[in-house]
């Protein structure tokens, strides 16, 4: 199947009578003939349902979809992007454990990362993702369990070179994962590029209409856990919880990681995406190929217009020749990469908070990648507990101003820029 199709059809596929949506199955347990049948769940022998606590079925064929969309091997749905970063990562480094990752990272995240999970004892190092070969391998460390990116860095618009990455990774036996919510897998896969777990905020284009809060992580199925298996004994050693069994050898390497993270942490910390969120999610899914180019022309436009006028001081569009990520935009995302355009005013922070007050159409919200053009002042928002030197460090500068384009017609967002520009000093 082709991309277009898979947002249709897959994930599932209806029997003789069977509803046509996605049903949604809006219950917390499931009915079992004995305690035999249900023991066998608990003991991850069968496959099934009992607590939708850890699964249901609706989320599941919504998972599946973007499993196939990413060329996966399995896939869950969390409660929220940050659920599925931390999970992505919490899965295979623990305390005492140590990660690399991208500096330009999203805010949200690089706060779950620097401040959250380093209080649980897991170290972090971030590295410049345009940094030497030389510097990228003295990041890594005889602890190191996993290396972290995003495949267009939120707002920063950094495009990570995930084949170096993959490498680098695969080089000192750990897998990569990548955070693919800005490029979504119709611009982009990327395990096809190597990476081997990909993550979503599922809040973003693929609900794609501001509706619901969620997140996807995705397993590529080709990182060999046995063959480095005293870095990850969480997945190569008995779990005492499951009678023993090891999940890299039960699971193979198709099912190892998202088998271990809902039996393990979506069973104890229950950040499960309610069903019926699921089924809104689909929803966004099944128009998503049809709108990310819509994004991509209509940002396209919007990025030349600002570059060409007199007031703006500067743009980043990984979509603009000239930009310093064109060409490995072309490379990785040769169909288009996304809506979010960031820039800044000649004017710096203050022409910023002037400027925003007279949009009409571009409405200021904390959101981006969605249907709705909006705009955000990070450093004076999403950012503000970062110091200026982690804004720059972090590629979002105290003037950067973050427009997400939406699909509307492009005249209109031009025009709504345009009034706002002409009204600044
Ligand atoms: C928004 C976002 C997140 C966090 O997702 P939530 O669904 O808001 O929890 C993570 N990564 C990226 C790239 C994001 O844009």
Redesign the pocket.
Known sequence: MERETMCIQAGYTPQNGESRMIPIIQSTTFKYDTSEDMGKLFDLEAEGYFYTRLQNPTNDMVAAKICALEGGTAGMLTS????A?FFSVFNIATCGDHVVCAST??G??FNLFNVTMRKMGIDFTFVDPDCSDEELKNAFKPNTKAVFG?TIA?PALVVFDIERFANAAHAHGVPLIV?N??ATPINCRPIEWGADIV?H????YMDGHDAT???AIIDGGKFDWMAHADKFPGLTTPDDSYHGITYAEKFGLGGAFITKCTAQLMRDFGSIQAPMNAYFLNLGLESLAVRMPRHCENAQKVAEFLQGHEKVAWVTYPGLPGDKYYERAKKYMPNGTCGVISFGLKGGRAAAEAFMKKLKVAMIATH??DAHTCILHPANSTHRQLTDEELIAGGVGPDLIRLSVGIENVKDIIADLEQALASIQ
């Open positions: 929220s992007g940050q659920a970063n990272i999203y949200g995240t995003e939120n955070d919510t800005f993550t905020s599922t809040t973003k809060v969620g997140g981006v990648a």
